[in-house]
């Protein structure tokens, strides 16, 4: 029995001894196995690279200058993305500082890589309100990356921190194409239509869209200031609206291959279209409409018993009509369809030709145009256009577009600036196609065409372009493509049978230049019946009994179908009816 209970003592003390043995491997097993946090003390150099911006922003002139703000956070992430604290500005007021802090990690040792980002831990660039204070808050995310370069105790040393804009700054400066004033909207959206607009990262996914932009209270000027981010060759729609009387006016603006680089300041100002102060269909009118100063009416549809007079006696602002598919005479009515009303206002007019539709005025009275520029005046009447396309058609006696048949006063000037405009003068009287008609002998004011496609066909004794038996002021051809067409006794461009013009100026910038007169056919081209003439007038000059100013092309005063020009190539051709045909086209 003493020797068993040795033995059981002796198996017991064993067991003791393994078990403690068992007990202090576990404890250096987990011991091991325990990673402790630390928190360590960070100081970085920060400042801006070259052509990249830090945190707060002002302006300075053209000039975005950036500096660190009071109150601003650097938060700071290790390799793998999780934020581990945040630092702060030493010194603010300038674009360089140092930022200290503290972070909290574990595991950090020499050379690791830390990733320093402001102003927010996401980024998210919605809810912007157009000012320049709220991106430097908010929206003027920019990342630094350092490197770890000493450890000491719990002190931390990088290298400097350069940081980088994540977007774009861009002052965006909203203006009416049209009346070329100030869009005071209430918001404005960009849309990316390849979707490349970044509007949200977060934990590494990238969210798409359209980013809008809401103007604060009070705020009623036509600047917005946007961060964008992912604009590289994309094509952007810009969309904005201000509330007028009646309804709110929507403007658009596209424009295709635009970038905008990060870290970068950009200022656009953008001639935006739309603005219609009323849209109206002619179709559900009748009598007149009145287009007052400063105003913006667009017109749809088609009338006989309708006309538009453009200004008012009260302001002094231009007055602008949009034509959109119209077709108009004046068939029940006894008055011009398109009444440029300047003899009894103080304002300028703007025919806007909208882009792929096409506008028929036509004049069945006499003495009467189908667009006319009324006597007493000296306002400018502009037409202007792109793809857009007016067919004009005179009243006996009146032009297409222009002044008289009756009256006798001095009417206002005529600017062309562009689009596809047919104008035909009419099959009776001394009818041009663009200028001044006869019955009164009324005198126009200057004729000037910047661009567009032209084609003026005088009517019966009809000069194109100028003066039919009444007078008009100086021709100008600048640019565009011009076929001007005078029927029997009348310049293809200047003065018709007796008429009198000033002088003519054809510059080097044409695209072409085509002038005819005589017996050309142009009964034909205007539904005209009548005799062969004899080519008694010039092809641009004077008209058969008729006169005119100095005939000046490409620089050179006096010239005639013989000069020879620096600029421009001059062909002239003649058929077998005494057609003579001038075409003068830029080299």
């Not at 909203?174 to 209430?186: F, G, H, Y």
């Not at 961060?227 to 060759?233: E, I, K, M, P, S």
């Not at 006597?375 to 009146?398: F, H, Q, Y």
């Not at 001007?484 to 200047?494: Q, T, V, Y």
Request: with cysteine; aromatic share 8%.
């Amino acid at each position: 029995m003493k020797i068993k209970f040795k033995s059981n003592v002796y198996y017991a003390f064993l067991a003791i001894i393994s078990l403690c043995i068992s007990s202090c491997s576990e404890k250096e097993s987990i011991e091991n196995n325990i990673s402790y946090q630390s928190t360590y003390t960070i100081s970085v150099n920060a400042s801006k690279s070259m052509g990249s911006m830090t945190r707060a922003l002002s302006l300075d002139d053209k000039t975005l200058n950036t500096y660190w703000g009071d109150g601003e956070v650097v938060y700071v992430y290790n390799t793998e993305g999780t934020n581990i604290g945040t630092l702060t500005p030493n010194t603010t007021g300038s674009a360089s500082t140092v930022l200290t802090g503290t972070i909290t990690t574990t595991g950090l040792s020499v050379n690791n890589q830390l990733t320093l980002s402001f102003p927010r831990t996401t980024i998210n660039y919605s809810g912007q309100d157009g000012t320049l204070s709220s991106i430097a808050s908010k929206y003027d995310y920019a990342q630094a990356n350092v490197t770890i370069k000493s450890i000491n105790g719990n002190n931390i040393t990088t290298s400097d921190a350069n940081f980088e804009n994540q977007q774009a700054i861009v002052k965006f400066t909203l203006m009416d194409k049209v009346k070329r004033t100030a869009i005071t909207s209430e918001y404005f959206y960009i849309y990316d239509s390849e979707n490349h607009l970044v509007s949200s990262i977060s934990g590494g996914n990238i969210s798409y869209g359209g980013c809008t932009v809401y103007k604060p209270d009070g705020n009623n000027d036509n600047v917005y200031y946007v961060a964008l981010r992912g604009v590289t060759n994309s094509n952007l729609t810009f969309t904005s609206a201000m509330m007028n009387s009646q309804n709110y006016t929507h403007y658009t603006y596209t424009k295709e291959n635009i970038t905008f680089e990060p870290g970068k300041y950009y200022e656009v100002t953008m001639y935006m279209s739309g603005g219609y102060d009323a849209l109206i269909n002619l179709s559900q009118k009748s009598g007149e409409i009145n287009v007052p100063s400063g105003k913006h009416y667009k017109f749809t549809g088609s009338s006989d018993d309708c006309y538009i007079t453009m200004g008012s006696l009260i302001g002094n602002d231009p007055v602008y009509v949009t034509l959109s598919g119209v077709t108009m005479n004046n068939n029940n009515v006894s008055t011009t369809p398109i009444y440029f009303k300047a003899s009894n206002s103080n304002n300028d007019g703007v025919i806007l030709l909208e882009d792929g539709t096409t506008n028929t005025i036509t004049s069945s009275q006499y003495h009467i145009p189908a667009i006319y520029l009324p006597e007493n005046s000296t306002k400018t009447l502009t037409i202007d256009g792109n793809t857009g396309v007016l067919i004009a058609n005179g009243g006996g006696d009146a032009p297409a577009i222009g002044a008289g048949g009756s009256g006798s006063g001095t009417h206002g000037h005529l600017i062309i600036n562009g689009g596809v405009i047919n104008a035909t003068g009419s099959s009776s009287g001394t009818s041009p196609a663009i200028g001044a008609g006869s019955g009164g002998s009324p005198k126009m004011g200057n004729i000037t065409i910047n661009g567009g496609t032209i084609t003026a066909v005088g009517g019966r004794l009809g000069v194109g372009i100028g003066a039919g038996y009444g007078t008009c002021g100086n021709i100008t051809i600048n640019g565009g493509t011009i076929v001007a067409k005078g029927f029997s006794h009348c310049a293809g461009i200047g003065s018709g049978y007796g008429g009198t013009c000033g002088n003519i100026t054809i510059g080097s910038g044409i695209t072409s230049v085509t002038a005819s007169c005589g017996d050309t056919g142009l009964s034909e081209d205007a539904g005209i019946s009548a005799p062969d003439y004899p080519v008694d007038c010039d092809l641009i000059g004077c008209g058969y009994q008729a006169t005119c100013g100095t005939v000046t092309i490409d620089g050179v005063e006096n010239a005639t179908t013989s000069s020879v020009f620096t600029n421009l190539s001059s062909v002239v051709s003649t058929s077998a009816r005494t057609n003579d045909t001038w075409t003068l086209t830029h080299k």
